[in-house]
């Protein structure tokens, strides 16, 4: 739950939604107008989505008929768990995660089987995630993780897939991680499932585009519980136009990994303050001493508007999107006042 301690009007800096530092470039939006206005509005688009998954297929380097489109990737997320689990099917996930996890498991009826991360690194244990990935029917992992960060190492991922149970990697930051190719991961497993999204490097959150690539036979199966005429043209457009300069999306995503760097380089300098290492377009940060909610209302007070993490409230944690320089330069001045104890419920 986050503070509600001021109005909308009174945050200078939104750094609580993990949304890209900058709107999409100028090139990008020429490209996706131009497109739309070629197309007729008054007609559905293709019932199966075709031209979009092509788009996409292009975008990721990957099979047409292993790839599917939709209003975002937590969209994806709900068709493909609708389609893998049946009915108390126990579902493996990390726990702090994307705080959907919940609503999309209770929705098919399956069990969630949390492998706990734990402050104040929250490291993954090889053989412990193996130990609990036995015993799952699917497995649901986020990496880099959402919201503390980190990634599961290439050696445990191969290890988890050669288990051979139906696997969905959410990869909705994965232009800000280490992991690679993604068409190697998904020629050597069959039964893994990546998902995707244009929100994140892009700076399309209001488009809601995201993709889906697996193997030709399970995408086919997790088409199947699509609608008709899905996505929309707007996601076809934003598919076509990314395709047309994947290069732009990879420079917008070496940006925000650079600005991540430095903001945890800074900020870890001061006193009483600690960030945790993030593969992601975020990271989390805490006030020794402070617990979050209480970090969370002394920033809005300032202006700055930051994602209080329930589940590590207690240890202080929140999470910061990583915005631009120039919105950086104001975080760390807010938190040097923070330290100083100049702001408003400061120690």
Not at 102 to 130: C, H, N, S
Not at 200 to 207: E, I, R, T
Request: net charge neutral; with cysteine.
């Amino acid at each position: 739950m986050r503070p509600a301690v001021l109005s909308s009007e009174a945050i200078r800096l939104r750094l609580d939604l993990n949304e890209a530092p900058s709107d999409a470039d100028a090139t990008f939006r020429q490209r996706f107008l131009g497109f739309l206005q070629e197309l007729e509005w008054r007609r559905y688009p293709p019932e199966d989505g075709s031209p979009a998954r092509e788009a996409a297929a292009s975008l990721y380097g990957w099979r047409p008929e292993g790839t599917l489109v939709g209003n975002g990737s937590a969209e994806l997320l709900a068709v493909t768990l609708s389609t893998l689990c049946q009915p108390g099917a126990v579902v493996l996930t990390l726990w702090p995660s994307f705080s959907l996890y919940p609503v999309l498991l209770r929705r098919v009826q399956a069990t969630e089987l949390r492998y706990p991360l734990a402050p104040p690194i929250f490291a993954v244990e090889d053989e412990r995630l193996l130990s609990l990935a036995a015993r799952a029917d699917v497995l649901l992992l986020c990496s880099p993780n959402n919201p503390t960060g980190g990634e599961l190492s290439a050696r445990l991922w191969r290890e988890l897939l050669r288990l051979g149970k139906p696997t969905i990697w959410d990869g909705a930051y994965w232009e800000f991680g280490t992991a690679g190719e993604m068409a190697d991961w998904l020629a050597e497993f069959p039964h893994l499932v990546v998902t995707r999204s244009l929100s994140k490097a892009w700076g399309l959150a209001g488009v809601r585009a995201g993709g889906l690539c697996t193997s030709p036979a399970l995408a086919e199966r997790i088409h199947a519980h699509q609608l008709p005429f899905f996505p929309g043209v707007a996601v076809w457009a934003a598919f076509h136009a990314a395709a047309a300069d994947p290069q732009l999306g990879k420079a917008r995503a070496m940006a925000v990994t650079a600005e991540r760097e430095r903001q945890l380089t800074q900020l870890g300098r001061l006193p009483g303050v600690e960030v945790v290492p993030s593969a992601g377009n975020f990271y989390l940060l805490r006030r020794v001493g402070w617990q979050g909610q209480r970090l969370a209302q002394v920033l809005a007070q300032a202006g700055v508007a930051v994602r209080v993490v329930p589940e590590l409230d207690a240890y202080g944690y929140v999470r910061v999107t990583v915005g631009t320089p120039a919105e950086g330069d104001v975080l760390m001045t807010v938190l040097q006042e923070v330290v100083h104890g100049l702001t408003t419920g400061a120690c």
